[in-house]
C-alpha cells in the first residue's frame, strides 16, 4: 500500500478531520481511521473516494448501537457524522422541524421543547444516539405501541449517495405522496445505502399531564395477561410493558422512588408499565380504571406515579437494555404478532443458555420481547453451542408466530457463525438489488445488514 | 406480438369471462377519477395471487406493460392505461379474509372498497382509519398505490401508517411477501416504500392492514368565520392550544355558495369560510379539549359554533364538506383539483396568491381543503367542451403548485403524481433527486413494465382528454 | 338493416350540459345493483355515461353491445342519489333509450315488450283491464292460453312467464276510477285526487283501497277521477317519450279538476313519474304550465301523510316489520323517512332495518321481464337480506316492488308476505 487510509483522507480534508481509529473497534476489527466532515462539501468528497478507493465506511452517530449487525466484511474508516449536529428549521407552528443527522436526540428534544413539543420516539443514552442513528437502526422505544417506529415520523430526508451526490426525498411537509416514499427505504436500513445528512420530522404538542402505573404480578406470564387486557380496554396506555424479576431488581437499585412497596421479594415476581399521557382528567381516569382491572387481573400491588417520576422510569425504561446488555451472554430481540406475545414470551422463557433462563422486557402491545441471558461462568467452547442451540430455537418460536428474531448481543465466535437478522425474506433478492444499486462498490457498512447487505 | 394469441393465452389463465377486450367495452376502461384518459388493450379480472402472477410474467414476457386498476377513481392519472398496454383489475378479488380482533389487523385482497372495510371492522368495534373522499368507492389495493390520505389522516397518518404487509407480485411473475404480521420486521423496509409507489414497482394481492378501536366519544365542531385569513387564525390557535384534533377542514365562499345552492348545509349567504373540527377520545378527553376548541374558535371571531355528538348530527355537519366538490357542478361543468400541500402557518398567504392566479387567468377557483395538514386543494373550474379552456387551466394548475413549492411545500399530499403533475416534478426534486427513486424501481421492476410513464418527467406534454382512435383494436 | 350512427340527434338526445355534469369520479359505482353485482365497470352508472359521451362525440357508433350495457340498467337512480355532481342521470338515460328506441336498435326482448305492453297495453286502461280480466279468468279456470295471449305477464317479475303457476294472484277485486267522491271523516282537511294507475288497481287493489281509508280517515275528500290512466313511468324508462307525453297529457287533465289540492299516489314510481311530469312536457306549449304546477301538485302518499300531518293510531299492531325503500322512493323523490315515520308511529310495530335496504330488489318495472337473469340475482341478494332480519313481513310502497318480494318468497318456499306502508297504517287504524 502506497499510504495508509489516513493519511490519503488526510491529504483529501486536511488532518484536523482525520483521527486515528482506536477504540472505535467494530466486532474485533480495528478501522484505520476516523473521519469527521465537517460540512457536506467534505461529506461527498469522501465518499467519492470511498467509492473509487474500495474503501469500506462504517458511518456512526453516537456510536451506541455499533454491535448491531453481523461483522463487517471490511471495516476501513469510521464516518463519524458528529459534527453535523445543527437545526435547519423549526417552526413550531408547522409542527415540524428540520435538523442535521449529527443531533443528538437529547438536544433535539430539548430544542423542541422552547415550542412547546417533541418527536414522539425514544431511544437508549438520548444524549448520545443521534437521529441518524436512529434513523439508521429504526427501532422504537417504550411507547412504540401508541407512537410507532420513527418511520412514522420521518417526513423528508437529506442524505449523501455512495457517489458523493446529495440527494433528498419528502419534504418539509406532514403529508407528502410525491415521488417515492424514500423515508421509509433509508429508515432502518443501517446506514447501508447512504449517508443520512438531515431529517425532516412531524412533531406533536407536549402532553400537559404524564404519569404511569407500576404493577407487581407474580409471574411474567400474569403480567403479560394483564397487560394484554388492559391494552384492549378504554383504559389503553400509550405503552404497557412486562419485564422479569432480575430486570426489576436493577430497578429497585437505580430508581429509588419506585422500590417502596413493590413486592418484589418473591424470585418469579415480574413487573408491569403502563404508560399515560394526555389531558388531566383523561388520563387520570384512564389510570384509575387502569389501576382496577390491573387489579383484579391478580396484580399483588398497584402503585401510581406522577411526573416526573414516571418520566424517569420511561427514561429507566428505555435506557435498560443498553445498560443490561452488557452484563448478558446473549440478547435477542424477537417481534411477533402481538397477540402472540404471552406464548412467546412463555415458550422462549424455557431457553436455556447453559443452564439460564433469560431475562424479558415485554411489550405485548407492539409484539416485542428481549431475551436477556446472563453471562456465564461456563467454558467458552460449551456457552458457543448453547447460545447457537438458543439461536436456533427462538428462531423457531418467532417464526411459528409470523415474526423474527434479531441477536443483538452474542460472542463474537458466535456471530461469525450466523446472520443476526435471522432467515432471509423471500424479499431478499429486491432488497440486493437495491443495495447493488445504491452502492455498486459496497462501501457502506459491508456485509453488516440481513443475508449479507 | 401476435395479439390475439397474447388474448387467448389471458383468457386461459383467468377464464374468458374475465378478460375485457372488445373495443365498446374498453371505452370505459379508458379514464379513472382525473381529466386523463388512455385506452387499454385489454382488461383482465383474475381471481387469485396465482392468475395475477401468471398474467404478469405472460405479458412481460410479451412486452406487454401492465397497470393494476382498482375502482378508477384515483385523481392523478395513475391507473391509465400506458400505450399499448393491458389493466389488471381486482373486481373478482375483494374479499376480507380474515379480521384478527385480538392483533387488530384485517388481511384482506386489493378488491376490498375502502368504507366495505371499515364497515365490516366496526362490528368488532374496530376501524380503519385512512378515510379518502372516495372511500365508497376505492378500493385498498389503490389505497395501496397511491398511499391515500383522508380528512381523519391528519391524527392518524395515511395509509402507509395502517399498512403492515403485503404479498405483491413483481413483474416477471415473481410473488414476494413485504412486511409482516409483526409491527417490526428485518431488512429494507420495501412495504413503505412500495405504499406511494403508484403501481410502478408491481401489485399488490393480498393486504394486512392495522386497525384501531373505535374511540368512545366524537365530537363535531362547525364554525362559520367571515373569510378564510381568519379561519386560519383559529386554526393556528387552536393548534397552539397543543391540540390535535382527529380532523381539520376549511371551505371558502366561493364553496359555500356552491354547496347552499345545491342543498341547505345551514351556512349563511354572507359565510366567507368554515371550518370543520372533529375531537376523537375519551368522553373526558373530548369534553376538555371541545371546550378549548369552541372557546378558541368564538375568540378568533367565528360568528357562529355549532358542536354536535350524535353521529346522526355530526353527520349533519359534513353535509356540506362532503358534498362541496360535487356541488361545484352546480357553477361549472368541470374542476381541476390541484392537491398542493404547504406548511400550515403559510396556508393564508398561500390561498391569496391562489386568488391572484385565480384574477390573473380569469378562472374561478374554488378552495376545500385539510386546513390541518395543510393540503390544500384548489379547484380550478372550467368547462372542458370550451376550446383551449383545459390547457390554460393546466398552466394556472402549475403556477399553483409553483407558489406551493415556493412557500416549502409540494405538489401532492395524497392524490399521487401518475400523468397529471410528472412534468412538475423537477419543481421539487432535482435529477439526482429523481435518479435515486428511479435506482428503488429499477430494483423492482428492471424493465420499467409495470405502469410505465408516470411519476417520472419524460417530455412528453401532458394531454389529457385527448381522443384515442374509436376502435383500438379489431373484436 | 342498421344505419350508420354518428352521435345523438333530435329533440329527445340527451343534453350535453346534462352529460358532461359527471366528472367520472366514480362515488356512484358502490350505490350501483348492477355494479355491486357484476363488479362491471361496463355496468355501473359512471360506464354507461362515459358510452353515451363516446357516442355523442361520434366516437363510435351505437353498437348492440353498448345497448346491451344501457338496456342492463334498472334506472333505479341510486347513483343520482348519491352523485356529488348533480348529474341528473335517469333523465339522460330516458333520452339515451329513446335514441336507442328511434334508432330501432333496442334488444329483441324489449322491442317485443314494447310492441305489446308499452304501445298498446298501458296507453289504454281499458284494453290492459281487459288482459287482467282474462288473467284472473286463467287464476279461476287454470286456462293456460290466456296468460300467453294476454302478454301482462311482462309485468311480473322475471322468468315467471315459464312459472305461470306461481303467478301472483290479481286481486279479487279490482280497484278503479269513478265519478264518486270518498268524503272526508270529520273535520275536513283537503281535498287530493288519487292516481289509480294501471297494474295497482288489477294486482293490488285491496292496497288502494287502503289508501283511500287513511285519505279519508285523516280529512282528505278523495276522487279518483274519471278518464286518468297509466302515469306513463315504464313508456318513459323504455325511452318511449312520445306514448309518455300522450300519458301524462291525459292524467294533468284528468286528474287537476276543480277544487283538487294534492294529487296523491302510492305507488313511488308513479309518485316519480309525475313529479317529473314538468320536465317531460317543457317543450309542450299547451301542457308546461299544467304540467309544473300538476308536478308542484304530487306527493308520494307516505309524504302527504307526515306533511299533514296523519293521525297517530291508538291501536296496538304486534309486529315485526322490515321496510324495504322502494327506488323510486328513495333515490328518485329522497324520501326514505316519511314511511318510517308511519311505521314506528304504530304501536307495538318493531321495525327492522335490512342490510342495503334501498339497494334495487331487481323488479324496476319491466326489467324483471327483459332482464330476468340479473333481475333474479338482484332478488336473491334482497331476499338475503330480509332473510336476515328474521321477520315475516315486508313492508314498501311500491306495487313493483311488491310483487318482486312476492315472487321472492315464493321462490324461497317461505311464508313472508309484503304489504304497503299504508296496509299497515289502515289495519292499525281498523283496530281502533
Known sequence: ???????????????????????????????????????????????????????????????????????????????????????????????????????????????LASGGEFVPFEAAQANRSTVGGILSVGAGGPLSYAYGLPREWLIGIGVMSTQGVSTKAGGKVVKNVTGYDLNKLYTGSLGTLGVIVEASFKLLPNNPHSGMLLASFPTLAASISAGRKLLHSPAAPMGCHSVTSGVSRRLQDSVQA???????????????????????????????????????????????????????????????????NPNSVLVIKVSVQSKSSARTSAECGEILVSGEKPEQMADPGFGSIRLLWPSSTEGAAEVELSILDAVQQTRQIASRYSGSAVVERCPLSVKRQIDVWGDAPDSLAVMRSIKDRFDPNGILNPGRFLGGI | MDFKRFLKDLQGIVGAENVV????????????????????????????????????????????????????????????????????AFPRMNHILEVDTENRLALVEPGVINLNLDTHVRKFGLRYAPDPSSQKACSLGGNIAENAGGPHCLAYGTTTNHVLGMEVVLEDGAVVNLGSLARETV???????????????????????????VPEAVRTFLGIFPDVETACTAVSTVIEHGIVPAALEMIDALTIQAVQKVTDAGYPDDAGAVLLIELEG????????????????WETGASQVRTAEAA??????????????????????????????????????????VADVSRKYNIPIANVFHAGDGNLHPCLLFDERQPGALDRIVEAGTEVLQICVDAGGTLTGEHGVGLEKKEQMPLVFSEDDMAAMVLVRDAFAPDNSMNPGKIFPDGKKHTPHAHPPAHGMPA | MVQPFAGFTGRDAPAESDLYRCVHCGLCLSSCPTYVETALEMESPRGRLALMKAVNEGRVEITPRIVSHWEACLQCRACEAVCPSGVPYGRIMERTRSQVRAAGLQSRELKRFSRFFLNSALPNPRRLRMGANLIRLYQRLGIQKLVRLSHLLYLLPGGIGKLESQLPPLSKRFFGPSDAVHPA???????????????????????????????????????????????????????????????????????????????????????????????????????????????????????????????????????????????????????????????????????????????CCGGAGIYSSVQPALSQRLLKRKMDSITATDTQEVITANPGCMLQVEMGFKSQGTNGRVRHVVDILDEAYGLE
Open chain 3, 185 to 359: 271523516q270529520g273535520a275536513k282537511k283537503m281535498t287530493v285526487a288519487l292516481l289509480s294507475g294501471c297494474v295497482m288497481p288489477l294486482m293490488q287493489g285491496p292496497t288502494m283501497e287502503a289508501t283511500v281509508r287513511v285519505l279519508t280517515r285523516n280529512g282528505c275528500d278523495v276522487m279518483v277521477p274519471q278518464g286518468q290512466g297509466c302515469c306513463g313511468a315504464l313508456n318513459t324508462h323504455a325511452g318511449d317519450l312520445e306514448n309518455a307525453r300522450a300519458m301524462a297529457r291525459t292524467n294533468i287533465d284528468s286528474l287537476m279538476g276543480a277544487g283538487v289540492e294534492r294529487i296523491i299516489t302510492s305507488s313511488a314510481g308513479c309518485g316519480s313519474s309525475m313529479k317529473e311530469y314538468a320536465e317531460l312536457l317543457k317543450d309542450d306549449p299547451e301542457h308546461r304550465n299544467k304540467a309544473i304546477r300538476f308536478s308542484g301538485m304530487t306527493q308520494d302518499v307516505t309524504e302527504f301523510l307526515v306533511g299533514l300531518p296523519f293521525q297517530v293510531p291508538t291501536a296496538t299492531v304486534n309486529r315485526r316489520i322490515t321496510f324495504q325503500d322502494p327506488c323510486h322512493l328513495a333515490h328518485a323523490q329522497r324520501i326514505t323517512a316519511a314511511p318510517r315515520t308511519i311505521l314506528n308511529s304504530i304501536p307495538g310495530v318493531e321495525l327492522v332495518e335490512m342490510e342495503n335496504s334501498s339497494l
Open chain 2, 21 to 88: 377486450y372488445h373495443s365498446d367495452d374498453l371505452l370505459v376502461f379508458e379514464y379513472d377519477g382525473s381529466v386523463d384518459r388512455g385506452m387499454p388493450e385489454a382488461v383482465v379480472f383474475p381471481n387469485s395471487t396465482q392468475e395475477v402472477s401468471r398474467v404478469i410474467a405472460l405479458s412481460h414476457k410479451a412486452g406487454v406493460p401492465v397497470v393494476g386498476r382498482g375502482t378508477g377513481t384515483g385523481l392523478s392519472g395513475g391507473a391509465i392505461a400506458p400505450p399499448g398496454g393491458i389493466q389488471v
Open chain 1, 1 to 111: 500500500m502506497e499510504s495508509s487510509l489516513g493519511e490519503q483522507l488526510a491529504r483529501l480534508l486536511g488532518g484536523s478531520v482525520v483521527l486515528p481509529g482506536d477504540g472505535y473497534e467494530v466486532d474485533g476489527l480495528t478501522p484505520q481511521a476516523v473521519v469527521r466532515p465537517v460540512d457536506r462539501l467534505q461529506l461527498a468528497e469522501i465518499l467519492k473516494w470511498a467509492s473509487s478507493e474500495g474503501v469500506a465506511l462504517l458511518p456512526r452517530g453516537g456510536g451506541t448501537r455499533t454491535g448491531l449487525g453481523n461483522v463487517p466484511r471490511k471495516a476501513d474508516v469510521v464516518l463519524d457524522m458528529g459534527a453535523f449536529n445543527r437545526v435547519l428549521d423549526y417552526q413550531p407552528a408547522d409542527m415540524t422541524a428540520t435538523v442535521e443527522a449529527g443531533m443528538t436526540l437529547a438536544s433535539l428534544q430539548e430544542h
Open chain 1, 258 to 324: 419506585a422500590s417502596q412497596d413493590l413486592g418484589l421479594s418473591e424470585e418469579d415476581t415480574a413487573l408491569t408499565f403502563a404508560f399515560y399521557s394526555g389531558r388531566a382528567q383523561a388520563t387520570r381516569r384512564r389510570m384509575e380504571e387502569a389501576a382496577a382491572l390491573l387489579l383484579a387481573e391478580g396484580a399483588n400491588v398497584v402503585q401510581r406515579i406522577d411526573d416526573p417520576a414516571s418520566n424517569g422510569m420511561l427514561r429507566w425504561l428505555t435506557d435498560a437494555p443498553a445498560e443490561i
Open chain 2, 187 to 213: 431488512g429494507y423496509d420495501l412495504r413503505g416504500v412500495f405504499t406511494g409507489s403508484e403501481g410502478t414497482f408491481g401489485i399488490a394481492t393480498k393486504i394486512a392492514v392495522r386497525l384501531l378501536p
Open chain 2, 282 to 297: 375519551l368522553q373526558d378527553e373530548v369534553d376538555e379539549i371541545g371546550d378549548e376548541v369552541e372557546a378558541a374558535l
Open chain 2, 312 to 353: 346522526a348530527e355530526r353527520e349533519q355537519l359534513w353535509v356540506g364538506r362532503k358534498g362541496a366538490l360535487g356541488a361545484l357542478g352546480g357553477i361549472a361543468p368541470n374542476y381541476f383539483l390541484v392537491d398542493g400541500v404547504v406548511p400550515r402557518t403559510q396556508l393564508a398567504p398561500v390561498l391569496g396568491r
